[in-house]
DNA sequence: AGACGCGTGTTATAGTGTTTCACCTGAATT
DNA sequence: AATTCAGGTGAAACACTATAACACGCGTCT
């Protein structure tokens, strides 16, 4: 539990399909616990960024839902968005202004976030230790934590394989 | 070195006008130095961001701008952000969309900020054990680190001490 | 003078997110 | 069955954040 990984990076072995069936099944149950409706909208958006399995802008999903549904709106979408993160369902990544989904919303948490330049990858910690470390940090100075964003740009394994190959 | 605060929460001391000025003949002298001009709009810019010494939007810039200089447009404050970020002069916070003196100017770093959430002060610290921390967590996963945007909000020392006396 | 780089002026546009009010539906209440 | 109420949605407009594109001006180097 020190140190945990919510959503590692994708393998070569990773089922994608099945992947987001459990997402969304994993969501419907969450919702049925706490006696909030994932309602269509809702579910579908939530859908759509599972999918894409990477960080997805609100007017991309936007883009989508109208394909299916006329009438769709920025409302539309920001609505669904903040039920999906007041649920702990999705995560909003600052530095994109893009939201993934949530590895593990069993229990609210504000993760640390792995995120690829090249593939736009993103792997979800939720590392006790960093947090310890950074709630440390922060008494020494007398501040209280009460909200943390982590996120940290690089490369990640695959990527990093490809310029070895590729580069000089 | 390996905990070092580069911008403290303010204490009931400090000398405002003085901190403004020292951060913009520090700035004088990191531009001279490169050879990379401190003109007179972004001086200018510099000069609100730290009058204000908490995350100024880039619209209430403009807005100030306006004031003294007609035709001052949103290119006008962006270019000087982009170039007072490229300077290390200031940093942007993400979560915020605002941006803020930098305490340390002289050599290029990222940062980790402290952000109060009652009153907008931000204290900034480039803190090696966190640096490390988060390049070890991401290294155990294959990932290479380029940029990090840590961000941390809560309540500072002196609302804390408010809510004490206020609250119940 | 001519050519270039850089900073700026100006207009327009793209991208991100919120406000507001109306309507509808379904469950609880009377 | 009618009423009430809360939550979810439809729709239009708006606010906020940021960039694109092109013109101009001014120094410096040749």
């Given at each position: 539990m020190a140190s945990q990984i919510v959503t590692p990076f994708r393998s070569a072995a990773h089922d994608h399909s099945h992947c987001v069936d459990e997402a969304l099944s994993q969501a419907e149950r969450n919702c049925a616990d706490r006696g909030v409706r994932l309602t269509h909208i809702r579910r579908r958006v939530l859908e759509l960024i599972w999918r894409r399995h990477e960080p997805v802008k609100a007017y991309d999903?936007?883009?989508?839902?109208?394909?299916?549904?006329?009438g769709a709106a920025p409302p539309t979408v920001y609505r669904a968005l903040d039920f999906l993160l007041a649920?702990?369902?999705?995560?909003?990544?600052?530095?994109?202004?893009?939201?993934?989904?949530?590895?593990?919303?069993?229990?609210?948490?504000?993760?640390?976030f792995l995120i690829c330049e090249h593939c736009n990858a993103v792997a979800e910690l939720d590392d006790a230790e960093i947090s310890d470390l950074l709630h440390r940090k922060a008494r020494t100075m007398g501040f209280s934590v009460n909200w943390q964003t982590i996120e940290i740009n690089g490369t990640c394994p695959a990527c990093a394989k490809k310029q070895t190959k590729g580069g000089g």
């Amino acid at each position: 539990m020190a140190s945990q990984i919510v959503t590692p990076f994708r393998s070569a072995a990773h089922d994608h399909s099945h992947c987001v069936d459990e997402a969304l099944s994993q969501a419907e149950r969450n919702c049925a616990d706490r006696g909030v409706r994932l309602t269509h909208i809702r579910r579908r958006v939530l859908e759509l960024i599972w999918r894409r399995h990477e960080p997805v802008k609100a007017y991309d999903l936007l883009d989508q839902l109208r394909l299916e549904h006329r009438g769709a709106a920025p409302p539309t979408v920001y609505r669904a968005l903040d039920f999906l993160l007041a649920e702990g369902l999705i995560h909003r990544i600052e530095s994109l202004n893009a939201y993934v989904g949530c590895g593990d919303p069993s229990h609210p948490h504000l993760g640390q976030f792995l995120i690829c330049e090249h593939c736009n990858a993103v792997a979800e910690l939720d590392d006790a230790e960093i947090s310890d470390l950074l709630h440390r940090k922060a008494r020494t100075m007398g501040f209280s934590v009460n909200w943390q964003t982590i996120e940290i740009n690089g490369t990640c394994p695959a990527c990093a394989k490809k310029q070895t190959k590729g580069g000089g």
